[in-house]
Every structure is written in structure tokens, then in C-alpha cells.
């Protein structure tokens, strides 16, 4: 493995669009809830509509040689954009700021996976969070049955805090 770490400006994110429908491919193949709800989403309705409507993204990809196989994508937003027409994501009253913060997307190829690049990129991204003082409530939503990724979250300090959409997604926060 020869392996590189890169952070991404906005316009770079066309790298990511392989990686992300990986990652819509494979929460799809962990859910037993409504696992067609996947059907609609890739990098197209996913990645691209996100980045273009928060107030600030932090994206990183992993290279080996010139293949991205791993990125984890976050950002920061206003609390309002969690309540919309498919989900109310969280209490809007439970959070104190006008913006939050969310580690988003989160993908690590199979074969790189338990090699420690999921806990870097996780630690990247957090300290990207912790840069916002203003910003106190940060949250990861897991899709049902993914369990590895629910207990990675858990083990690095983030709490469950409600499922929404009848157990399709589990709400984790920081507090
Ligand atoms: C969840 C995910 C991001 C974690 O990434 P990862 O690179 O496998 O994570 P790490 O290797 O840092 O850590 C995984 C475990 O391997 C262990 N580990 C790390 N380096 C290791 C090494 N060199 N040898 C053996 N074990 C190691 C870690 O201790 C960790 O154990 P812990 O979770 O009990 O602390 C990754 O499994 C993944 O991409 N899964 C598929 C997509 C997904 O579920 N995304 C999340 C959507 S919400």
C-alpha cells in the first residue's frame, strides 16, 4: 500500500463520486428497513446537493497510488437543513447554536479496512469540527444495519441519541 492522505477543495469533490456510490451501494446491501430508500440516492443526489448548500465542508480522500479508497466528507450547517420534506433529523430546540456540525459520509474500501485510516480520518475530521467554537452539537446518522460503523461511532465517544424514519437511521450525537 502506498497511501496519501489528501483534503479536498469543494471543486475537487467529481474524486469522490466512484467512492460515494460505493458507499450508497453498500449501506443498501446492510439494511433490512426500507433498504429501497437507497435507490435514489448516489453522489449525484447525495454529495454534490450537500456541498453546495453547507456553510462549510471538509472533505479528505486516501489515495493508493491514483485510486481514491477511502474519503470521509463533513460539514457544517444550519440546524434548520436537518427538518425537510424526507426527515425532521433532530429536535431543533435540543441544539443550542445556529449551526451544527455532522460527519457525513464515511468510507473505507474493503480490504483497507482495520488498518487504523477509518480512526485518522476520524480524528482529521473531528479536530475540522472542533476548529467552529460557535458550533457545539455535532451528529453522524447511521442507516440500519450497518452495526460496525454504529459501534465505531460509539467507541470513539458519540452517543445514540433517537432512530427517525421508523428505524432507518440512528441519530448519534457528540453530547
Ligand atoms: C467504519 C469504518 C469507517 C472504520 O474504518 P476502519 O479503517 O476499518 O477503522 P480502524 O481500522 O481505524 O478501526 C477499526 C478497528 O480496527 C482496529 N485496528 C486499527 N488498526 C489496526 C491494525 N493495524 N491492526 C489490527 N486492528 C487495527 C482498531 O483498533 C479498531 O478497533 P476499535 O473499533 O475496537 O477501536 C470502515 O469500517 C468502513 O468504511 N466501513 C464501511 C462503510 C461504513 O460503514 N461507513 C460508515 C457509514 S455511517
Redesign the pocket.
Known amino acids: 500500500m502506498n497511501l496519501t492522505y489528501e483534503v479536498i477543495h469543494d471543486d475537487q469533490i467529481e474524486c469522490c463520486r466512484v467512492i460515494c456510490n460505493e458507499?450508497m451501494t453498500?449501506?443498501k446491501s446492510?439494511a433490512t428497513i426500507t433498504p429501497e430508500l437507497f435507490d435514489d440516492m448516489n453522489f449525484e443526489t447525495r454529495l454534490l446537493p450537500s456541498v453546495k448548500n453547507a456553510t462549510h465542508n471538509y472533505t479528505i480522500i486516501v489515495k493508493d497510488g491514483d485510486e481514491v479508497i477511502?474519503y470521509?466528507y463533513s460539514n457544517i450547517s444550519p440546524k434548520e437543513a436537518y427538518s425537510n420534506d424526507f426527515a425532521t433529523f433532530f429536535d431543533l430546540s435540543t441544539v443550542r447554536g445556529d449551526h451544527v456540525g455532522c460527519?457525513s459520509?464515511?468510507?473505507?474500501?474493503?480490504g483497507?479496512?482495520?488498518?487504523?485510516?477509518?480512526?485518522?480520518?476520524?480524528n482529521m475530521s473531528m479536530e475540522w469540527l472542533k476548529t467552529f467554537p460557535d458550533v457545539e452539537d455535532d451528529f453522524?446518522?447511521?442507516?440500519n444495519g450497518?452495526d460496525?460503523?454504529?459501534?465505531?461511532?460509539q467507541?470513539?465517544g458519540f452517543i445514540i441519541s433517537h432512530d427517525i424514519l421508523d428505524g432507518f437511521i440512528t441519530v448519534l450525537r457528540n453530547k
Do not use: H, M, P, T
Not at 105 to 110: G, L
Not at 115 to 120: H, R, V
Open positions: 458507499l453498500y449501506q446492510k477511502a470521509v460527519l459520509q464515511f468510507y473505507i474500501r474493503d483497507y479496512r482495520q488498518y487504523g485510516i477509518g480512526s485518522k480520518l476520524f453522524i446518522f447511521v442507516s450497518n460496525n460503523a454504529l459501534e465505531f461511532y467507541r470513539k
